[in-house]
């Protein structure tokens, strides 16, 4: 079955650069999640999209930005990048069941790391 | 979203069953109960989700109290596989942005 995929798979920056992460979701499913994963922490919610619109949003600084394409494929730019933001950024996808009762269960891909120095 | 409480770290032996209760107290109607788990620099994987009483599935069971302010997974037979942080969430079965709180740590030992 396809799975979330995730590019690239590791990215080595230079402070003040720029870097811009990739995702393709599961076919067919509505929503995509953003998260980043320092070492040692917990994931935490950056943004997410639901139908190609901004859904919710969590702790993404500023310099971050995201949006969903057409063809519901996700990116994450990432502008004056600093030490601390080398971390594991994940995007994870679901479909989501309005109306009602509904299992939401989101599938995560493998992560891009991002090391900044 | 409901704030969770798990413990921090729990040790177990394998074939052990392992059971992680979480606190959810300001739980609400609408939510439900899904557990997550991680291994080191991989994704979180959907472990079971839950709405009330139990619930099982080919690798763990779940169960709810009537009151839902907490919930208890259960991994029967743990192998040095399931080593790995187990994160419960909280949150209605849509729209919800799948926060996680700090997670337990599971170490089984040979």
């Known amino acids: 079955a396809a799975g979330v995929i995730q590019s690239p798979r590791h990215l080595i920056k230079e402070k003040r650069e720029t870097a811009t992460l990739k995702c393709y979701p599961i076919?067919?499913?509505?929503?995509v999640y953003w998260y980043q994963q320092g070492p040692g922490q917990d994931p935490q919610f950056l943004i997410s999209?639901?139908?190609?619109?901004?859904?919710d949003k969590g702790s993404i600084p500023d310099r971050f930005s995201a949006q969903q394409f057409s063809d519901y494929h996700s990116e994450l730019n990432m502008s004056s990048l600093e030490l601390g933001d080398s971390a594991l950024y994940f995007c994870a996808s679901s479909l989501v069941t309005r109306g009602g009762a509904g299992t939401t269960e989101a599938f995560f891909g493998q992560g891009t790391r991002l090391t900044v120095v | 979203l409901a704030k969770t409480t798990q413990p921090i770290s729990m040790d177990s032996y394998e074939g052990q069953e392992v059971n992680i209760t979480c606190s959810h107290n300001n739980i609400a109607t609408n939510d439900y109960i899904t557990w997550y788990q991680q291994f080191p620099s991989q994704g979180p994987r959907f472990i079971i989700q839950g709405y009330k009483t139990k619930v099982t599935n080919e690798v763990a069971s779940l169960f709810i109290p009537a009151d839902r302010k907490s919930s208890t997974l259960s991994l029967p037979r743990v192998s040095l596989s399931d080593t790995a942080v187990y994160y419960c969430l909280v949150g209605e079965g849509y729209g919800q942005n799948f926060v996680f709180g700090p997670g337990t740590r599971l170490s089984v030992l040979p």
């Open positions: 076919p067919r499913h509505d929503t």
């Open positions: 999209f639901y139908e190609k619109m901004q859904s």
